[in-house]
Every structure is written in structure tokens, then in C-alpha cells.
């Protein structure tokens, strides 16, 4: 579980879902990229100084995205997992 601090500090949320799960919900301010897409779209995050940190539905996409960041050389990424109880940790 991702500590309250890591959340709330200045960082970049991706949300890796689809373009019409994120206009039914997402976290202000996020950054929609569908993980399907992220690949093709590492550098946006190259020069990131910044956490990111990556969430999805129920958390699945979101350690993939994970992943991808991870192998991609982008050290500050964290998976918060399900958007559900990133909401709640953000109250």
C-alpha cells in the first residue's frame, strides 16, 4: 500500500485505463495514457523529475504500466494499484 505523504507530494498520476473509463472517474489532475498506448509513449516521462505513479480499475493495467515504466529506465514509479482505494487514501 502506497504511504499517504508519497500521494499527496507533488507527483504525476497515471491513469493507464481507457479514454471512457477515465471521463467516468479518475483523480484530478491525472495524466490518461491507456496502457496500451504507453509504450509507444515513454517519452513523456523521460524528464519527469517527479514520482509517478500509476492506477487502474482494480490494479491489474496499473502494475503493468508499472512494469513497462520500470524496464524503461524511469525509476521514480510507483503502482498504487485500484483507483477505489487510491480515492480513499486521498480523503
Do not use: C, W
Not at 477515465?22 to 509504450?39: D, F, K, T, W
Not at 490494479?59 to 524496464?71: H, T, V
Request: aromatic share 6%; no cysteine.
Amino acid at each position: 500500500m502506497m504511504h499517504k505523504k508519497l500521494i499527496k507530494k507533488e507527483k504525476t498520476q497515471l491513469d493507464d485505463r481507457t479514454a471512457a473509463e477515465y471521463l467516468q472517474r479518475h483523480i484530478a489532475g491525472s495524466v490518461n495514457i491507456p496502457l496500451e498506448q504507453l509504450a509507444n509513449r515513454l517519452d513523456e516521462f523521460e524528464q519527469l523529475e517527479r514520482p509517478i505513479i500509476t492506477y487502474s480499475s482494480n490494479g491489474n493495467r496499473s502494475e503493468k504500466a508499472f512494469a513497462i515504466l520500470k524496464s524503461n529506465g524511469i525509476n521514480q514509479v510507483y503502482n498504487a494499484g485500484e483507483l477505489s482505494k487510491v480515492l480513499l487514501n486521498l480523503n
